[in-house]
Each structure stands twice: as C-alpha cells, then as structure tokens.
C-alpha cells in the first residue's frame, strides 16, 4: 500500500492550504484515515481523523480552521487548512488504517510564514 501526499508548502500567517492523500496498492478495506504532525523536535501528533463512515476527530489546537474530508471509493482523504498560524509549521503525513496493518505517507512539509 502506497500513499501519496500533496499539497504542502509555504503559506503567510492567515493563509489557507489543501493537503491531498491517495492510497493505492493493495488495499483490502481502509477503515480510519488521518493527518499527523511533526514540528522540528516535537512529537508526531495527531492532527485529524476520519472513520470509512465520516466520524471526524481534530486536535483541539486546530478545531473550526482545518477540516478533514474523504472519499471512500478513491481512497483519498484531504485535509483543508484555513487561519494557518506559524505554530501550524510542521512535516504533515497521512495514514490509513486496514485489517492488514497501519500505512504512512513520505510526509508534507508545512510552513507557514508570521
């Protein structure tokens, strides 16, 4: 399984970003699908999450200004980034979570300008 990030780059304090995830491979049934963060010596964090069935789950920090969407049948999740704050910089990656195991995508990078 392969997933494939775009949409990453730099972007001035209050400006908006589109991060796009496609899987592909063999893909037997992707159940949740997520974004996760990574600012230079901090900890991966969870960003967003969306279930196959649309329940959505955001870190508090980015609640009302990222909004994370999917569609099932191109097994693709994207995560649209508004009000970005310097503290947004960080390496983005997607996830997806089969029956077969957890996959990560190479990582985004971020970067938002103050």
């Known amino acids: 399984v392969r997933l494939v990030e775009s949409g990453g780059g730099l972007v001035q304090a209050g400006g908006s970003l589109r991060l796009s995830c496609a899987a592909s491979?063999?893909?037997?049934?992707?159940?949740?699908m997520g974004w996760h963060r990574q600012a230079p010596g901090e900890r991966r964090e969870l960003v967003a999450a969306?279930?196959?069935?649309?329940?959505?789950n955001y870190t508090d920090s980015v609640k009302g200004r990222f909004t994370i969407s999917r569609d099932n049948a191109k097994n693709t999740v994207w995560l649209q980034m508004n009000s970005l704050k310097a503290e947004d910089t960080a390496v983005y990656y997607c996830?997806?979570?089969?029956?077969?195991?957890?996959?990560w995508g190479q990582g985004t990078q971020v970067t938002v300008s103050s």
């Open positions: 996830n997806a979570e089969s029956a077969a195991g957890v996959y």
């Open positions: 491979g063999s893909i037997f049934r992707i159940n949740a």
């Open positions: 969306i279930t196959s069935g649309g329940s959505t």
